[in-house]
């Protein structure tokens, strides 16, 4: 089974301030992580991805991400906080394993980041 | 290509009443998931369908159904209606890597 930890339901950053999401992960197998960013109103959107390779993820908008196995964890950042950003941002965790040709992908509940000006 | 489309956007429906919503996923993808987001659920996974067959299906009663189309387009239906569902359904689809999901912007269900 696989479930994902996002801590701190809500994250208020100053303009031009490190943004810092936390996601930490559990998988009983190699996982593929994702963070997306959802504005109101919208769909989500994939910010960036990891599935194998380097360990720290470059994405749109300025975010990376940093897969560490260690830690179980895959914590968002941004080094200076737009007022853009402000927005809901899900990390997602996804097995590697092939149940009839589906990879369940299993969601965070959300952190929504303010950005004050 | 076109994203991820789904129709309508909004709606409102009375408790009782069903309702069918559609999406069309990005051309040549054949998987499509459904999920229901609630401030107090979050995502919720309803159901993935590849090929007009369902293959996973989440935790929710038997009033929540969908299917799809031979041109990978799905519908998903929800029959009487309660207050419970209001929420907003999202719709991804996938190619054949179903864990990179690209999402439509959502329909909004308002059961009053």
Redesign the interface.
């Known amino acids: 089974a696989q479930s994902v930890t996002q801590l701190g339901s809500h994250v208020s950053v100053s303009e031009g301030a490190l943004v810092l999401l936390r996601c930490n992960y559990s998988s009983s197998v190699p996982p593929?992580l994702?963070w997306?960013v959802q504005y109101p109103?919208?769909?989500?959107?994939?910010l960036l991805?990891y599935t194998t390779g380097a360990t720290l993820v470059k994405g749109i908008n300025g975010f990376e991400a940093e897969f560490k196995k260690s830690e179980t964890s895959f914590h968002l950042t941004k080094p200076s906080a737009h007022m853009s950003d402000a927005a809901e941002y899900?990390c997602a965790v996804?097995d590697r394993g092939n149940?009839?040709?589906?990879?369940?992908?299993t969601?965070?509940?959300?952190t929504k980041l303010q950005v004050i000006p | 290509k076109a994203g991820v489309t789904q129709t309508p956007r909004y709606l409102i429906k009375t408790r009782g009443q069903q309702v069918t919503l559609s999406c069309s996923p990005i051309s040549g993808h054949r998987s499509v998931s459904w999920y229901q987001q609630t401030p107090g659920q979050g995502l919720q996974f309803l159901f993935e369908y590849f090929s007009e067959t369902q293959r996973n299906k989440g935790n929710f009663p038997g009033r929540f159904s969908g299917r799809q189309f031979s041109n990978s387009r799905s519908e998903m239906n929800v029959s009487t209606l309660e207050l419970g569902d209001s929420a907003l359904y999202l719709c991804a689809s996938s190619g054949l890597a179903t864990y990179e999901q690209y999402f439509g912007p959502g329909t909004r269900l308002t059961v009053t």
């Open positions: 593929y994702f997306y109103n919208q769909g989500l959107q994939l991805k899900f996804s149940s009839g040709g589906y990879q369940k992908v969601f965070g509940t959300g």
